[in-house]
């Protein structure tokens, strides 16, 4: 999930296909993880959140998925559909702290 | 209700010129901010508000100032342009500090610094 230089990951999935998006972050004192949803031309909005002292957590269609151990976070997208074609990003927050910090993206591509 | 508003939406400056990016929200949160985008990279938080007539430094404040008069209102300053401000900002707006999903953005302004 983590991009270099100027080039985002991408992540090309069949329509109707489940979607795994991962998400390697820094700071081990972190204990709340967002992953946003950011279409083209347009700001990020909210998917789903989890706090430090869970390991998994389910909306609608979505899954998060914490790895504490490893600093890992994974969103899962069930039955993918060509309106989640966006760019994805992890954001973490250190307890107190009034800042996000922002992962490099994953493009997700659904393929219909 | 137009939630987060910023102005304007696009705008090409050239270097050591100034300008100022508008951000308004309609929602009464106590908390602000603005963000920077740069291509294949994340969000990264220029400056921030905790309230009326409060401002503080994110992880890239330099070149930049803000102002926060009125509750609504949350104003990023470029007072000398450089071609390395080029990039897309967003403002955001939330009425907790904690909770990621009481975060709304704006649809951003995109700066080009000649």
């Known amino acids: 999930g983590e991009s270099v230089g100027l080039h985002l990951p991408t992540l090309s999935v069949q329509e109707g296909d489940n979607s795994i998006i991962n998400c390697a972050y820094s700071?081990?004192?972190?204990?709340?993880f967002i992953w946003y949803k950011q279409e083209s031309g347009k700001g990020p909005q909210f998917i789903i959140d989890?706090?430090?002292?869970?390991d998994k957590r389910q909306g609608q269609r979505v899954t998060v998925l914490l790895n504490k151990t490893v600093k890992h976070l994974s969103l899962q997208i069930a039955a993918t559909q060509p309106g989640d074609s966006a760019v994805y990003f992890c954001?973490?927050?250190?307890?107190?702290?009034?800042?996000?910090?922002f992962g490099k993206g994953t493009k997700l591509s659904v393929i219909p | 209700n137009a939630g987060v508003t910023q102005t304007p939406k696009f705008r090409v400056l050239k270097t050591g010129q100034s300008m100022t990016l508008l951000c308004a929200q309609d929602m009464n949160h106590e908390y602000m901010y603005w963000y920077r985008q740069d291509p294949g990279m994340g969000l990264r938080l220029i400056h921030y508000?905790?309230?009326?007539?409060?401002?503080a430094k994110g992880e890239v404040p330099d070149g930049y100032n803000v102002s926060r008069l009125k509750k609504q209102n949350f104003l990023l300053g470029l007072e000398s342009a450089a071609p390395s401000q080029t990039s897309v900002y967003f403002c955001?707006?939330?009425?907790?500090?904690?909770?990621?999903?009481?975060?709304?953005f704006g649809e951003g302004s995109w700066l080009t610094v000649v």
């Open positions: 508000s905790v309230g009326e007539g409060t401002t």
């Open positions: 955001a707006s939330s009425y907790l500090a904690n909770s990621g999903n009481t975060i709304y």
């Open positions: 989890i706090r430090s002292n869970m």
């Open positions: 954001a973490e927050k250190g307890g107190g702290s009034y800042q996000l910090t």
């Open positions: 700071n081990s004192a972190s204990d709340y």
